[in-house]
C-alpha cells in the first residue's frame, strides 16, 4: 500500500503565506514526478506545480512568482511555499506523485486525500 499525506492547509489573510506538506509512505521503490493540483468548488482540478526527480519544476501562470515547490528525495515529502496568498487561491490542494513499488512494478498515479486552504479577510 502506498499513501500521500497532505498537510498544512487552512484559513489566511489574503497577502499571506501557508506552507503545505505532502508525505509518501508505505511500500515504495521509487518516486519519479510529483505535483500539486487544486480544486475550488464549482470549478474543475488544475495543476498548480509539478517537480520531477531531479528537481526540475513547472508552476501555472496563476502562481507563478508566488508559489515554490519543492521535495526531499530521500524523505518521499513534497512541499508547497505559497506567498501573496489571494481569495482565487482558496480551494482544496491535492498531492500526486508516479510511484513504482517495486523494481518491476510500472510507475501508476497516486493521490493524496486534499488539504483545504481559504484565503479570506
Known amino acids: 500500500q502506498v499513501q500521500l499525506v497532505e498537510s498544512g492547509g487552512g484559513l489566511v489573510q489574503p497577502g499571506g503565506s501557508l506552507r503545505l506538506s505532502c508525505a509518501a509512505s508505505?511500500?515504495?521503490?521509487?518516486?519519479?514526478?510529483m505535483g500539486w493540483y487544486r480544486q475550488a468548488p464549482g470549478k474543475q482540478r488544475e495543476l498548480v506545480a509539478t517537480?520531477?526527480?531531479?528537481?526540475?519544476?513547472y508552476y501555472a501562470d496563476s502562481v507563478k512568482g508566488r508559489f515554490t515547490v519543492s521535495r526531499d528525495n530521500a524523505k518521499n515529502t513534497m512541499w508547497l511555499q505559497m506567498n501573496s496568498l489571494k481569495p482565487e487561491d482558496t480551494a482544496v490542494y491535492y498531492c500526486?506523485?508516479?510511484?513504482?513499488?517495486?523494481?518491476?512494478?510500472?510507475?501508476?498515479?497516486?493521490w493524496g486525500q486534499g488539504t483545504q486552504v481559504t484565503v479570506s479577510s
Open positions: 500526486n506523485a508516479l510511484i513504482a513499488r517495486t523494481v518491476s512494478m510500472a510507475f501508476r498515479d497516486y
Open positions: 508505505g511500500s515504495i521503490f521509487q518516486i519519479n514526478a
Open positions: 517537480t520531477t526527480r531531479g528537481g526540475s519544476t
